[in-house]
């Protein structure tokens, strides 16, 4: 089965996407075993997992917000997300089976991410700028990548799920000492307010300009 046939297949099956205080969201997921690389099995699940993340609207899922704690997530950023976020290039659907990354120099970035098991809320992370991923797609071969700003940021949140981490155990602190978390609908406010007033500044800070 090919990435398209993934992507846009007949009948998937929507899985329900667990929200935070289910157990499987902070364990340490286990590797895929090698033997399942490349099966109809495997293939099936990222069918459905991506059916979920498409109905969603998300760009990335990682298989414990399903309730498999196995170390597999998938990606999907849409053509015109560049013009929302700094540095981010629109990538097709991304398999991603048990990765590892590196960092590659020490520069971190804030941003604004959001997590389907986290309804409602938003809050600003420091990622690596810019790091180098290995791991493997469906069909077992090794991937290997590249990838920065929004696209290294998407990877490692989902990596994290990976670990039991979620982005409300890195937000970044304003200055008075606060954890940077926001409902959803003030922060469409802030944020719509500040493109406004043209306060470049803030927004390069939140990783939202260039
Ligand atoms: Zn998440």
Redesign the pocket.
Known sequence: MDLNAIWSGANPTGYEVVNIGEPVLRERAAPVPEEALGTLELAVFLQNMAHTLRESR?V???AP?VGVARRVFITHLPEGIEGRYVRCSPSPLQVWINPTWEALHEEELGGM??????PHYTGRVLRPARIRVKGFDHHGDEVEQTLDGRNARVFL??W??LEGI??LDRLALTPQGHPELYHKASWAQIEAERRADGDDAWLIVRGLLP
Request: with cysteine; aromatic share 6%; charged share 20%.
């Open positions: 998300g990335g899922l990682a917000q991410e959001g997590c389907l098991s986290i949140h989902e994290d799920h979620l982005y």
